[in-house]
């Protein structure tokens, strides 16, 4: 089988070189350019030249679970649904589907649990004694418009409380301005608030115009450290798409081919069914490898998407699809 269900991210996470980031280097950054409709192509041959089936397909959506930043981002948020979701992230798929599969022995769980920074201390408590990190949304999240040092403070403050990555928004119109100084030195103070806590870039690619601004985006937010970028906040009009991941993918492959660190990618809103997650991991397989289909170097970020992956895994055991309300989130 091509793609293993379970490496051992423990292990490959503790190998795993992090990015210590790099001078801004303008003349790379302006050579960038991105052919929408070259990209927009091949994209459009992901969903229809790539299918798996059967037992490779349950292979595929197990591994798809441990790339899930199960997220819970709403206004009326409460501790109680933190818990809840936490407890669907300690087990992520009913008993009788576990054990239906064989696939007890299996440590699946989802790659974070992803809240606002309020509840990171509940959610820590609630995954005490797992390994399953805590992510915290942070910089003003989703606008990132408030000031400096604001979002700074809320940085440390969702490190101190134990979440161990961090998802930082990007002011976007320091790209739309083409403002790459100030976009790179705000990453990289960033960078710097989170410490041993890992850092994703959200760009908001919905709203910064063009691939060409994205692609630019991605290399100098990579370039000031961070660990991961990120589409979306979920908030926009426009969310992840498989173009727009192109774009993004592209970039941390020539990244790597220039400095040999690895980068990870994080596509997030709209992403809420197995098909789709199946397009996305069809697309890094085949523009980075295999070795990037793991959890340090992927993840979705994702609220509902785990409950179609349940569904279709049910499907695979009595070939009758199940309603949503058998596989409840929180």
């Known amino acids: 089988m091509n793609l293993r269900i379970v490496d051992h991210p423990a292990k490959e996470a503790a190998a795993h070189k992090r990015n210590p980031g790099f001078p801004l280097d303008l003349d790379w950054v302006e050579r960038i350019r991105m052919n929408r409709s070259a990209l927009e192509r091949r994209a459009a041959t992901i969903g229809t030249r790539r299918t798996v089936k059967k037992d490779w397909q349950v292979a595929w959506l197990l591994k798809a679970i441990t790339f899930i930043d199960l997220t819970t981002l709403n206004s009326d948020d409460t501790p109680g649904r933190v818990e809840r979701l936490c407890a669907k ?16 022995e299996l440590d699946i769980h989802p790659g974070a ?26 910089t003003a999240f989703p606008h990132g418009l408030a000031p400096f040092e604001t979002k700074v403070k809320e940085i440390e403050a969702s490190v101190a409380d134990g979440a161990r990555e961090i998802d930082i928004v990007i002011e976007r119109g320091m790209v739309l301005r083409g403002d790459w100084q100030a976009l790179y030195d705000e990453v990289r103070a960033f960078r710097k608030a989170c410490g041993d806590a890992h850092i994703k870039t959200i760009l908001g690619t919905g709203e910064l115009a063009t691939l060409t601004n994205v692609a630019k985006a991605s290399l100098v937010c990579m370039l000031a450290g961070a660990d991961f970028i990120k589409t979306s906040t979920g908030k926009e009009k426009v969310n992840a798409n ?30 809420s069914t197995a098909k789709a997650a199946l397009d996305y991991m069809a697309l890094m397989k085949e523009e980075l490898g295999t070795h990037w289909l793991q959890p340090h170097l992927f993840r979705f970020g994702a609220s509902s998407l785990l409950t179609d992956i349940e569904r279709q895994l049910e499907h695979n055991l009595t070939g009758h699809y199940a309603a949503d309300y058998r596989q409840p989130m929180v």
Not at 89 to 104: C, E, K, M
Not at 119 to 129: D, I, P, S
Request: hydrophobic share 45%; glycine share 12%.
């Open 89 to 104: 992230a300690r087990h992520p798929l009913r008993q009788d589907i576990v054990d239906g599969l064989g696939v007890g």
């Open 242 to 271: 498989l173009p727009t991941s192109l774009a993004m993918i592209r970039m941390i492959r020539w990244f790597h081919e220039e400095t040999g660190i690895e980068i990870g990618y994080k596509p997030a809103g709209g992403i």
């Open 113 to 138: 649990v992803c809240v606002y920074h309020t509840f990171v201390k509940t959610a820590v408590k609630a995954l005490e004694g797992t390994n399953i990190p805590v992510a915290a949304v942070s």
